[in-house]
């Protein structure tokens, strides 16, 4: 992998940026704002800045023989990553990347109630946020049939690293769903995903998914304890599933209830990937 464009460099793309550089990759970004662009900028990557909302205000760089990882969130609203397919719109016949990374979600599953998904699993997500991620999905596998471009789909599980800690949930106390009631949910630390996603631009093939996560599920409510107990902070209250409904705001109380065993067994041995911090509790020491 000698060039690389990625859309969407934040939280995540910032570290596959610097990891590909110092690879002697040559490296792209496009972001939502010139202020971040121009931070990248000061850097040293190639960087410019786009609307995702707006179709006629993108402008894809040279992609040819370059790997092309999409990043950018989907849209509040509806059940259409519009941002997802705006980009794809603008890529051009005549100038196609080598290959696609999108990363996905593992809330396109459909709810298991604390069973096992893999990546062969249904797919009829309950929630807005889960469909506008399929939907995406979908848009770029069939770019990718149409166009003969390889297109890989990661499905990442909860991310959590260094300023992605939970601490103003913890800091203000904000209710859990109590530990007997907290299902199963599933985790990858930032370092680690970003060692998935290269890992999958350099040996993915067309059409391959994959499960992202640590592989050592645990409650929502474990997690949010132990994050408290590492920032030497007070645990938090813990609430009825029914009072979770009525005091947790819509998105909170969906990632609580959501309760599934992300399988990642694909991942680790097709992709050859060896995670620095496979629990919870090394990646917490780390910080």
């Keep these: 992998m000698n060039k690389l464009?990625?859309?969407?460099?934040?939280?995540i793309g910032e570290r596959v940026a610097h990891r590909s550089r110092e690879a002697g990759?040559?490296?792209t970004c496009m972001v939502r704002s010139p202020e971040h662009a121009a931070k990248l900028l000061s850097d040293g990557f190639k960087s410019l800045w786009c609307s995702f909302d707006d179709a006629a205000s993108i402008r894809i760089p040279d992609v040819s023989d370059a790997t092309l990882?999409?990043?950018?969130?989907?849209p509040g609203g509806g059940v259409v990553d519009?941002?997802?397919?705006?980009?794809?719109?603008?890529?051009?016949?005549?100038?196609?990347p080598s290959g696609i990374v999108y990363m996905s979600a593992t809330s396109v599953y459909s709810e298991v109630?604390?069973?096992?998904?893999?990546?062969?699993?249904?797919?009829?997500?309950l929630t807005a946020m889960g469909k506008r991620r399929l939907d995406a999905e979908k848009a770029f596998l069939e770019f990718g049939e149409l166009n003969n471009v390889p297109v890989v789909i990661l499905r990442v599980s909860g991310i959590y690293g260094p300023g992605r800690l939970p601490l103003m949930q913890i800091s203000q106390g904000q209710p859990l769903l109590s530990e007997e009631e907290s299902g199963p949910s599933n985790r990858i630390h930032a370092d680690d995903l970003a060692t998935v996603c290269l890992a999958a631009a350099e040996s993915g093939k067309g059409g391959d998914i994959f499960n992202v996560s640590d592989g050592h599920p645990s409650s929502m409510t474990s997690y949010f304890n132990a994050c408290a107990d590492a920032l030497k902070l007070p645990r938090q209250p813990q609430v009825s599933l029914e009072e979770a409904r009525m005091v947790m705001s819509p998105l909170m109380f969906s990632y609580a209830s959501e309760s599934k065993v992300v399988d990642n067994s694909r991942m680790l041995s097709c992709l050859n990937v060896i995670?620095?911090?496979?629990?919870?509790?090394?990646g917490l020491a780390s910080l």
Aim: hydrophobic share 35%; proline share 12%; net charge negative.
């Design 5 to 11: 464009l990625i859309v969407g460099c934040g939280y």
């Design 25 to 27: 990759c040559s490296v």
């Design 69 to 74: 990882i999409y990043l950018v969130p989907p």
């Design 82 to 96: 519009t941002r997802a397919r705006n980009l794809i719109a603008c890529l051009d016949p005549g100038n196609l």
């Design 113 to 125: 109630n604390g069973g096992v998904v893999t990546e062969t699993s249904p797919t009829e997500p």
């Design 275 to 282: 995670l620095r911090y496979p629990t919870v509790s090394e």
